[in-house]
């Protein structure tokens, strides 16, 4: 399987090549375009141990990550090509799995290997407020995974600590620990700031950002459409 | 006529230096910026009916044309979606064209926007083809990037993701397969299966996922009772 991520990277689009037999999973709805000889199988989303009840518990916490309960298997018969593109504008970035698991914001899972198992994780109490999903997803396992950024993605190093804005995560690995919280300078500066809540992240390990946040564009939009029907 | 695509690949636009007696086809309000000396004229393309069966498809019923008057004449026009812009030559053949991705041609093409064949089909996702044909320069545009590729056997594409292809390609549009689980359950659309040779150009964002990314900012209409 290989990823070939064109068009970057304002419009990114992740070509996956397969060989014969070979299966991409991929986030609803972000297939493009592919050869004939692919073909698509919907399945509960569930690891290859697991039995139904857990597998049926796995589905819905990914719905709770407002994640599709169901996962797209595309399978190749001969040689063959799939594309796949996010909703936003904005780049791809592929990485591969091995011993550090990946915690992503679960609106920036692209595709993944079939030996990469996609996990809703509960971030704890903390990280669970209303609008931003922090309900992350977690990649374990080893092979590639494709996540998309709205608007740029800007890989960082940490070594120590670093703040990001919520709406601005894309992934980062599991050897950061991570705190959410408001934004220093006491409640006046989080009401009226503007700056929402803040991830304080700890530790070693890489961290990626995007540019952009959904949320801020959404809620600039939003109120310039049409009024929509309770 | 001179023609530039400027500003590829994120926010192109298409650039036009025409002399007296040049004209270019444009879809309208795609103005951006024009040289005095062009003149402007409105009509309905494709006669009435062609007009009515373009405002079904959320499309403009009329079309500008300018022409120059005077030597030396730019014109600049700016498609309504972040992305890019591609020119199409053609030598007395046909390229059908998603509506919302036509920007310009020479006045030498003739778009029949009466032809229904797709309408039907591709109902459901609003979109409507354009069918261009005759000789000279086509230009569209995109959401986000344009990908072409070069069909030879088969090859299927999104139908929110189409731009356009030739015409010398059969198509078909269908469920993209994996039965009732995939028809209902794999958040896929329809898909468009082309068959033959030729070309078929699709763009790398759907501005229907957009739309459905913001339908949930929108204010919700207060009850009045």
Known sequence: MQFDIQHRPAYALAVVSLEDGETVVAEAGAMVSMDTNVSLETKAAKKKDEGLVKGLFAGLKRMAAGESFFQNNYTAAGPGKVTFAPTHVGDISVHEIGAVGLMLQSKSYLCSGTEVDVDASWGGAKSFFGGEGMIMLK????????????????EIDIDGEYVVDTGHIVAFEDTLTFKVGKFGGGWKAFIFGGEGLVCNFSGTGKLWIQTRNPQGFGEAIGPKLPMRQG | MEFEIRNKPDYASLHFVLNTGEAIQTETGAMMGMSPKLKMETN???????????????????????TGTEDGQRLDLAPSAPGDMEHIH?????????????????????????????????????????????????????????????????????????????????????????????????????????????????????????????????????KND
């Open chain 1, 139 to 154: 990649a374990t396992g080893s092979g590639p995974i494709a996540f998309n950024s709205f608007g740029g993605v800007k």
């Open chain 2, 44 to 66: 309905m393309k494709g006669g009435l009916m062609g007009g009515l069966s373009r405002m079904m498809g959320g499309e403009s019923v009329f079309q500008n044309t300018y």
């Open chain 2, 90 to 222: 053609l030598d007395d053949a046909t390229v059908m064209v998603q509506s919302g991705s036509y920007c310009a041609c020479s006045p030498e093409i003739a778009i029949d926007a009466k032809w229904g064949g797709a309408k039907t089909f591709f109902g459901g996702e609003g979109l409507i083809m354009l069918k261009c044909h005759g000789s000279g320069d086509l230009f569209i545009s995109s959401y986000g990037a344009i990908h072409c590729e070069q069909v030879n056997g088969s090859y299927v594409v999104d139908t929110g993701h189409i731009v356009a292809f030739d015409d010398s390609l059969t198509f078909n549009v269908r469920g993209v397969g994996g039965g009732m689980k995939g028809y209902f359950l794999s958040g896929e659309g329809k898909v468009c299966e082309f068959t033959g040779t030729g070309r078929v150009w699709f763009q790398t964002r759907a501005p229907g996922s957009l739309a459905e990314f913001l339908h949930p900012f929108r204010a919700i209409q207060p």
